[in-house]
T-cell receptor, first 114, second 108 residues
Framework: GAVVSQHPSRVICKSGTSVKIECRSL??????MFWYRQFPKQSLMLMAT?????????EQGVEKDKFLINHASLTLSTLTVTSAHPEDSSFYIC??????????FGSGTRLTVV | KNEVEQSPQNLTAQEGEFITINCSYS?????LHWLQQHPGGGIVSLFM???GKKKHGRLIATINIQEKHSSLHITASHPRDSAVYIC??????????FGTGTRLTIIP
């Protein structure tokens, strides 16, 4: 089946640094990638939708200059958390449409900013 | 407003018990997904439904379009079924709307 590989699975970074998270579709072309954030014991919150070759669409309240999304190819989308702060510590996960109404999810990245 | 409600929020059961998790939504949908999230965080898509019933191993998912309701059943539950189960609905655009999840714990 369709697989999205997400890296890294865990990252600890210092406050003020930037962190890049990658999601790669392994056996299909992901025209659209969705990026979510999840706080402990809460549901997934959509941050942005990225489309290959165009600018990402951000949800209300999500800072586009802080969460940079790049979808330069049909198999790779990246989320960069810039100038990370402790409040950015969270679980980030991507998903892609796999045809029809199907979705597949990455394995997630647990970010801790110290 | 497009809403998804899940119940129960938490469920603890003995190994072997029959489990039911419910999901209700507010308006007509294109499709409904049942997802499983393990403690590590990764999410697995269990089922995608737009009508009727689907079965995979010990898991069964049903949907009633008229009543705007779906259920996920687990037969002969096992401790390895312990996870958070999430209902996610596609209301006609590309964006999934997620329920709050049901935390299932199966005790040996």
């Amino acid at each position: 089946g369709a697989v999205v590989s997400q890296h890294p699975s865990r990252v600890i970074c210092k406050s003020g640094t930037s962190v890049k998270i990658e999601c790669r579709s392994l056996d299909f072309q992901a025209t659209t990638m969705f990026w979510y954030r999840q706080f402990p014991k809460q549901s997934l919150m959509l941050m942005a939708t990225s489309n290959e070759g165009s600018k990402a669409t951000y949800e209300q309240g999500v800072e586009k200059d802080k969460f940079l999304i790049n979808h330069a190819s049909l198999t790779l989308s990246t989320l960069t958390v810039t100038s990370a702060h402790p409040e950015d510590s969270s679980f980030y996960i991507c998903s892609a449409r796999t045809g029809g109404h199907g979705y597949t999810f990455g394995s997630g990245t647990r970010l801790t900013v110290v | 407003k497009n809403e998804v409600e899940q119940s129960p929020q938490n469920l603890t059961a003995q190994e072997g018990e029959f489990i039911t998790i419910n999901c209700s939504y507010s308006v007509g949908i294109s499709a409904l997904h049942w997802l499983q999230q393990h403690p590590g965080g990764g999410i697995v898509s269990l089922f995608m439904l737009s009508s009727g019933k689907k079965k995979h191993g010990r898991l069964i998912a049903t949907i009633n379009i008229q009543e705007k309701h779906s259920s996920l059943h687990i037969t002969a539950s096992h401790p390895r079924d312990s996870a958070v189960y999430i209902c996610a609905v596609l209301f006609g655009n590309e964006k999934l709307t997620f329920g709050t999840g049901t935390r299932l714990t199966i005790i040996p």
